[in-house]
């Protein structure tokens, strides 16, 4: 369901009211005396346990709430977190990490490696049923217990030495485990307050401990999330923000009109028409990014159980008159499923440019041959299909834009769904759908994170889409000590999943997103992650 922009008329004459009052109010240094800043999410969060969410927004307000082993650095070049050092052992399988002896909860509890140990075997247990589960199969017997080969959890390659003390093993080596432990799927939690209230904890600001630079202190749902400084976060000295408020509209004019009369300081979330004249007036600015805009098919679900039809569809979408017309933010036409930003084999040119393209943009004449093969010769017997997406204006004109190309182009009608953010999350990860609007933002700077995904049992893959030779090319990438063969085993697992087309690319993700002058500071990961922790509102 959309909100009106009336819902959030008090919300934005109260705020007046108070920007009226910082801007008036200024510190000798130049600084706003009210250093309060005002992001807009663009949805509410589903679920805030890092075991759990599967978001982008989730994960960036996990990031605010908690931190990990290692935070990201310059270049996304992995910095310590909670752990101020570590060591590797020559054959890369064994990792030690130390950790900071000042490392606090919100609540005061001192942060162990005994709460590592018990968040990463909490995220593996079948109980959990973590759809983040596999970010930790690198594991030495991880992925066994996980499905249940092993029950006992002491098997698992992660052990508290001591208090600060923490032995990571893994199964092979991996060359990009550091930039795993900056994913919030791999944060620690206070296990006594887990433990308390196992499904209502990280619902609730009172019980929500993390260890991280801020602290939720309240919650509305479908409006806001209010954050302050954590008081006992080890590096509070670089916390300048008094107050952090998450805002959950996703109904993009309606932020845009907020961020325009200047109660929102910075927005992902902006209508795509509107990108020239926030870009004359200074006020857009882009991140880096590695993230693919696709569609999700369910292969169960005739006829798209069939890869011709599955191919057919994505052949027939003119992928340069969307990044054109509708995103117009410099995205480009995604022809594979790994972006851009990713290097190839020791780093000697990018991925995406070795690979080349999977497949033609706007290959229409092929598509109706598959079409034929397939038995529809006669496209009146073709069925209709739905797409399923999420509350957003720019989902919608991507949605509808592809409905008139398979319409006109191949003569195939579709209907299209929306619904609100958390209601379309529980259909989509339950097999409601037929087709459904999808994003993957990398979790490291690898091909392996656009590509393990989709190998069987993996809690991300909701298309039914499974292939033993897929699983055992990915297989072999995780596990050769050989370079060359790594890659080429990404490459070819690349060129077999556009082949049987389980998911269809549509756009490569730039990141644009708009700030107000008089914010400074913030920081984007190119997986996605916001660093709020060092911003300074000036006088405005």
Known sequence: MKKSLWIWLPIIAALLIGTVVFAKTTAKNGMAKGQVLNYNLALDPESLDPAKSVSIEEFRVEYASFEGLATFGEGDVPRPGVAEKWQITPDGKTYTFYLRKNAKWSNGDPVTARDFEYAWKRLLNPSTASPNASTLFYLKNAEDYNNGKIKDADQVGVKAKDNYTLVVTLSAPCSYFLGLTINPALYPVNRKTVEAGPDKWAGNPETYIGNGPFKMTHWTHHEKLEFVPNPYYWNKSRVKLQKLVFYAIEEQSTALTMFDTDQID??????????????????????????????????????????????????????????????????????????????????????????????????????????????????????????????????????????????????????????????????????????????????YVDPMTFLDIWAAGDNNNYTNWTNGQYDKLIDTAKTTMNSKIRYQAMHNAEKLLMDQMPIIPIYFYTRPYIIKPWVKGVRYSAVGLVDFSGVIIHAH
């Open 266 to 443: 910075l927005s992902d979330e902006l209508p795509q028409p509107e990108l020239p004249r926030l870009t004359a007036a200074g006020l857009v600015k882009y991140s880096p990014s590695i993230g693919t805009y696709y569609y999700m098919l369910n292969t169960k679900k005739p006829p798209l159980n069939d890869p011709r039809v599955r191919k057919a569809l994505a052949l027939a979408i003119d992928r340069s008159q969307i990044v054109k017309y509708i995103t117009k933010g410099g995205e480009k036409p995604a022809l594979g499923f790994v972006p851009y930003g990713i290097p190839d084999a020791n780093a000697k040119g990018v991925f995406r440019q070795v690979g080349g393209s999977c497949y033609a943009d706007n290959e229409v004449a092929q598509a109706k041959k598959l079409l034929a093969e397939a038995g529809y010769s006669d496209i009146k017997k073709f069925p209709a299909l739905e797409i399923l997406y999420n509350t957003s204006e720019t989902h919608k004109q991507i949605a509808e834009v592809i409905q008139q190309m398979w319409h006109d182009k191949l003569g195939i009608n579709t209907t299209l769904v929306n619904q609100e953010s958390k209601v379309f999350l529980q259909s989509r990860s339950q097999g409601n759908f037929q087709i459904a609007r999808s994003s993957w933002i990398g979790d």
